[in-house]
Structures are given as C-alpha cells and as structure tokens.
C-alpha cells in the first residue's frame, strides 16, 4: 500500500476508508512517519484543509518514484529527522528540516552492564550475531547468519553469542550445528543463543555482524565494529544499512548475503584482532558517535509544539471544521 496505494482494489478501498476516518477526527496536526505515494496522497488532503503537515523521517526518504517534488514542498510544512543532513526527500522538494537527534542514543547512553553478569568471559573477544528481530523479514538473509555462526564458533579464542528473536528460537527448522536454537539456550556450548538485552550484549561485543537496520546505528554510539549484511535482492546502488544513510556516506562496508563465506569470515578476523581495518572503523564510529545529538523525543515535540502554535494563531484557512 506504501508503494503503490492504488495498484488493486483492496489496497484503494483501505485508503479511502482511512481518508474517511481522519475526516472524521478532524486533526489539528498532521504527523506522516515517513514518506510514500500514499503519504503523498494524504498531505494533499490535509493540505486542502488547512491542516499543517509535519514529516517525521524514520529513515532516509524511499519510494519517491513518481512524486513531484514541487508537491511535496508545498504539501509537507516541515520535516524532522534523525540524518544530520535530511533525506533525498527532503533536499529535492525544498521543505524546511530540522535534525533532531538520534533516538537510540538516549537508550545507548543509559546502558552500564559488566560481562560476568551476562554470565560472559571479560577476557575474551565477544562476536555477536543480530540476524533481526523481524522473521518474515530476514528470511532472505538467515542462511549467512547460520553460516556465520557455525563457522566462529569453532574458534576457540573467542565468544560467539547470537541475539535472535523469540519466534526464531521456537522454530524447530532453524538449526545451527545441528541443533535448534532453543536447544542452544538450555545447554550452552560454544555458541550462546540469548533472547532480548540486546543493547547490553552489544555494548560488550568487539565486532557485531548485523543486519541494515537500527541495529547499525547503535554499534556506531557503542563505537562497536560492526559487518552489516543485507538480503542480495536489494538493490546494489546506494547505502543500505540505517548508520551510513543516517550520516550520509560509507561509514562501514555493507555485504550482501550473496557474499562468498570465506570473505565474510576474513573481514570478522580483521575487525576482531589488532589491525589497521579496524583502528579507522574505531575512529570513524568515534567521529560518529560525536555528531549525533539526543534528547530526540524532546526536540521533536518542541517542533511539533511550535506548527500547533502556529495552526492556532490563525494559519489555517477561515471556515474549516478542525477540531
């Protein structure tokens, strides 16, 4: 429905019975979470009734085939982010942005944990292994973790822990070196497999192997390296994981899911021990971690604050029936 809100008749009919709902409601503010055609679709409505429209940007602007960027200027008062730098979006339609600051860093900053509490050996390189939290969505991308695991597992110098998500422990069709997951997690081998305390495990590890998501972004305020893989059905153009889209360039290299083993492997070696590799990935995370501000939460409701001001002192158009 996101990418194409007219492409069939289901998807046409939940658009017009969700235009009819908000008409209903009669907002005095309207906050998209992101931008699509059917976003789209919706700022021209609220537009037509005077309703400012605040652009909330969880992650850098897709699916803009098709928009006039002129539109989206006129159509969208302003924009708030998590990229220091706005999106695509944002810099070719013109719409006043502001950087708010980056949600996980309140989190990150909040996070004090010792390794033996995690029942974790200090003295040993911790690998952590986040394949993601949502299964329908790293289908594509489960067999490299495996791999990955199996293979690192065997290596007795360092501590290999993989933070998967419920549903993926109980799915009996999962195994790594032949053993489900939740057989992992009562006998504990070589491999750990931990559910949840996510950002604790991170903040132990000496190199993550991630997927795209938000997950990057908090190796880069844990300073942690990390080697992040996307699904190979991706497009191969253009950054990928949410920490290089959030500072606008490469911070770390990305991998798709179609890489040979045997790379992937080398790269975690190179980031795990002492080497020229992983002392500029440590400094450009530091860098990072520098440039990106908290209090995302707070700063965003300033924002949005000040457009219901604005809305209130008169900016709507006389006779609209807004709440």
Sequence with gaps: MHDNPYGCQESTACSEDILQQIEKLAPQLAILVGYSS???????????????????????????????????????????????????????????YFYIGCPHKDRVDRVIVEAESMGLDPSRPLVSIFPGARIEGVQ?????????????????????????AEALVLDPSFKICGRTLAEHSRQPAALRVMTGMNLELLSLSTLAITGPGAI????????????????????????????????GHFVVEEFSSDTPIPRLIESCRQMIGPSPKREKVLKDLHDVKLSLQGFAAENAADYIGREIGQWNQGKRAKGTKTA
């Design 38 to 96: 059917f976003h789209h679709r919706l700022a021209g409505y609220f537009k037509s009734q005077s309703i400012p429209v605040v652009l909330y940007e969880m992650t850098p602007g897709t699916a803009l085939a098709n928009l006039d960027m002129n539109e989206v200027g006129q159509r969208v008062a302003v924009a708030l982010g998590i990229s220091p730098r706005g999106s695509e979006l944002v810099q070719k339609s013109g719409v006043p």
């Design 140 to 164: 594509c991308t489960l067999a490299v973790f495996q791999q990955l695991a199996e293979s690192l597992a065997q290596t007795s110098d360092i501590q290999v822990v993989l933070s998967a």
């Design 216 to 247: 990057t972004v908090e190796c880069g305020l844990f300073e942690v390296p990390l080697l992040p893989i996307y699904s190979a059905d991706m497009v191969k153009e253009g950054m990928k994981t949410l920490l290089n889209q959030t500072v």
